[in-house]
């Protein structure tokens, strides 16, 4: 299964890097962009961050990431900066 299209990096792939990766240093965390530079690819949307988590989740890897377009979620739900305004 295909979880990066921009990379086009497969399920597979993805959790044998991480793999790989919590195995040389289990101590640190597998993030996502430890596992684009191991995989030497770049992240373009970031919309793959989520299933990837839930990946790592599953295999039982230490992993740690942001919510991806977390400032466009907070706006969405009335986080942002805008809540925070007076009313005119």
């Given at each position: 299964m295909i979880?990066?299209?921009c990379s086009v990096l497969?399920?597979?792939r993805i959790v044998a890097t991480?793999?790989?990766?919590?195995a040389a240093d289990p101590a640190?965390?597998?993030t996502p962009g430890r596992l684009f530079k191991a995989l030497g690819a770049k992240p373009q949307c970031?919309?793959?961050?989520?299933?990837?988590?839930?990946l790592f989740a599953q295999a039982g890897i230490?992993?740690?990431?942001?919510?991806p377009l977390a400032s466009q979620a907070d706006?969405?739900?009335?986080?942002?900066?805008s809540r925070l305004r007076?009313?005119?």
């Open positions: 979880v990066c299209s497969t399920k597979a991480a793999e790989t990766l919590a640190r965390p597998v970031g919309t793959c961050f989520t299933v990837m988590r839930s230490s992993f740690t990431c942001p919510e706006h969405d739900y009335g986080f942002g900066a007076k009313p005119v």
